[in-house]
């Protein structure tokens, strides 16, 4: 469903394959998840127009990568730092000014966290306890 002049989706866009790819659209909201655990591995929803993403995206058990570069998003919920299973999180070009503490804890699973071109200003305070386990690791404070 990527590359098209998609404004909405609904909810049952859930119920789709392992792999969600609504890049390149319009998107400005998404609907949060309401099923507990999906078999969603994948998420890409970049390059819309996103402000927030709702808290409960970690309901996405299943959910290994996720990719919400290239939006609008001015801050991101505690709670996407508590997904147990993402292993690639990219947080690149967005309007971000700071991380969650909880994105601290992230650490122990994940392989590739890229938030550069945003505007932070800080790291999360426990960011020294931030261990990863290849891959890498970008962040650029202003």
């Not at 971000?96 to 550069?116: K, N, Q, R, W």
Request: some cysteine; aromatic content about 6%.
């Amino acid at each position: 469903m990527s590359h098209n002049l998609i404004k909405k989706y609904t909810k049952n866009m859930y119920k789709l394959p392992i792999t969600l790819d609504l890049s390149h659209n319009r998107l400005k909201k998404m609907t949060p998840p309401k099923m507990k655990g999906p078999l969603i591995h994948k998420v890409d929803v970049s390059h819309n127009q996103l402000s927030q993403i709702p808290s409960n995206f970690n309901n996405l058990q299943c959910m290994t990568r996720l990719d919400l570069s290239n939006n609008q998003l001015e801050e991101i919920s505690e709670q996407l730092g508590l997904t147990k299973y993402i292993r690639w999180l990219d947080l690149s070009r967005n309007l971000l000014v700071e991380l969650p503490e909880s994105f601290c804890a992230l650490g122990y699973a994940i392989d590739e966290l890229h938030v550069t071109n945003n505007r932070l200003t800080t790291l999360p305070q426990n960011v020294d306890n931030f261990k990863v386990t290849g891959g890498c690791v970008e962040f650029a404070v202003k």
